[in-house]
């Protein structure tokens, strides 16, 4: 088909090669922003950033560090929908909101050495964590877009941070492993911790996953020794980044069940600025990636959500309640409630043998607890939710390499998954099988360097399901394994059977979002390949289906995240996080000093478009 003026999904394009430069990098043709910043006024007040001058009460009016997920929800005006549409979907708008995740912090990156006292580091680091929103417009050329400069005029920007309250919700609320000192109802924390993908909901808020939150706690005193299999389980190992020296509820021999507090979901409806975030707990407690809501067949939400460590599993949660779409407030009131009771199943995949050639077979949703019943011997329904991953242990599902996002396709009708990678695949205690079959890959040192063997799955892959009866939400399921991901000159990768000579090198693929052609675009973190990270298209369907072609390289030590295809596909929204990482970087000698606006690195947001 003839490409259409702007439409990044139709394009035809020269793939984006291999490369280490410090930029952002699109195809010929294309051009590219950013957006927003670390450090940039989110907040009316919020001052200037100065990177010798930083404070937390600042970093808490600021963008935040390590962007990751992206969500950009209409606002309603001159055909716009609102936050009924999903983002991809939405046609027509100028305006919008854009919801983004802060990750975590690199203080050898944020700090000038000498400046700052340990204790002040930790402060800003602590404040740096959590979610933006701001407001965002159309600029002149079409698919740019930047933020509202006048915050007097940007009543929805929000910054939530360690000190914002979010309620928690469902099932465990209020559970006795829930309370602490400062909260004796365990029913409100303060802040999000960890925050990786996302998705937004049908109804128009965004969720955003908790994930590495085990990092945070310290136990000077030791750990509480009722909780020693349910910390060993989640890594809280009582070493942390001492920010119990500055907030004593991270100190874990005192309150022992702050840790509890953090790993869920979180749910922020951005239209409501005054609206407190809320923490699913029916949603379970895992080192969450992201989820992602459809609505099924009969009406119920169905939210897909990854557990990204090495060896962990798929979930899925189907609501009790049914969507409302009439769009008004009452339905939207309705729609808050669907995240709050239901189903939490986990999957468990099995292969039909790998005598066809490909990974692929059949798969089963084990149910592990509804909001009133538990499904787990031995477990009640909040010891479920609040151990997730103890719960699923028993119910024997598949081990897989690192679920990261989980998303369904709209046009399609099937759910993509990216597993990351696995260093330990292929060890005695994690045998490969036809979900995982890659125990030894074939890796780069640095560009140009040959190909060489590692073991365990260095690349990962991109699963694909096909909801059975009763659409997704019902509990069986087909698969395949749409990508082995790698340097196609390596014998294990496969492209789903699309000729290996025409499709860019890939590696660990990180975050999956659709264009509204149904095409598959991922963003990679971690590379092995040489190359610097970046953003992929690869269509689903028709002879192309398996295309895979390089759209975005990031800045040196950068990862892609929340890649977002919106505006009619005029736009690609995704984050460049983490410019300048790496294990010897410091402020003075950055590997990095992308978007070059400083001598020293900034996370930042950007989109990419058709040249004017
Ligand atoms: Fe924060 Fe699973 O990546
Ligand atoms: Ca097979
Ligand atoms: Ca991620
Ligand atoms: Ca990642």
Redesign the pocket.
Known sequence: AKPMGGDLARAAFAPVGPNKRDAVTVPRGFDHSVVISWGDRVVAGAPRFDAYAQTPEAAKTQFGYNC?YVGVLPLPGKGGKGGQQYGYLARDFDRALLVVNH?YTDENLMFPTGVYTADQVKAIAMASHGMSVVQIKRAEVDGDWLPVSDLRRARYNRRLHIDTTFVVDGPAAGDERLRTSADPTGTKVLGTLNN?AGGTTPWGTVLSGE?NFNQYFDAPDGLDERYTAQYARYGISGKGKGWNTVDPRFDLSAEPHEPHRFGWIVEVDPFDPDSAPRKHTMLGRFKH?GANVVIAENGRAVAYMGD?ERGDYLYKFVSAGTFDDAGSERAKRRNLRLLSAGTLYVARLTGDGAEDGVSDGTGEWIPLCSDTESFVEGMSVADVLLFTRLAADKVAPTRMDRP?DVEPNLVNGKVYAALTNNSNRGAAALPTDEPNPVGSSMVRASLGAPLTQASGNRNGYVLEMTPGRGGHAGTTFTWDLMLVCGDPAAQETYFAGFDKSQVSPISCP?NVTFSDDGSLWIST?GNVLGSNDGVFRVPTSGPDRGKVEQFVTVPRGAEACGPLVTDRNRSLFFAVQHPGEADTATFEAPQSTWPHTDDFPRPSVVVAFRRA
């Open positions: 990751d990750e990786c994930e990636e990204d990261e990180d973190d």
